[in-house]
């Protein structure tokens, strides 16, 4: 496994993770858009540019849903 595989699959496993996690604390919304960040970076890095402009968006969804659910 490339390093570069090794940063998607932990990428994605941190999505999966904070995104089942979101109801126990605005924090896990916090870390999925985190976490879609560094999706996009790997698919971006991959030569993926669609799937690195989606997570992009999903980044910034989630920050917008982390800045509402705090306040």
């Given at each position: 496994?490339?390093?570069l595989?090794?940063?998607?699959?932990?990428?994605?496993?941190?999505?999966?993770?904070?995104?089942?996690?979101?109801?126990?604390?605005?924090w896990?919304?916090?870390?999925?858009a985190?976490?879609?960040?560094?999706?996009?970076?790997?698919?971006?890095?991959?030569?993926?540019?669609?799937?690195?402009?989606?997570?992009?968006?999903?980044?910034?969804?989630?920050?917008r849903?982390?800045?509402?659910?705090r306040?």
């Amino acid at each position: 496994m490339s390093a570069l595989t090794a940063f998607g699959l932990f990428a994605v496993t941190a999505m999966l993770v904070c995104y089942a996690l979101e109801n126990r604390s605005p924090w896990f919304i916090l870390a999925f858009a985190a976490s879609c960040a560094l999706g996009s970076a790997y698919g971006f890095l991959q030569g993926a540019w669609p799937f690195g402009l989606v997570e992009a968006v999903w980044s910034i969804v989630a920050l917008r849903r982390w800045r509402s659910a705090r306040a």
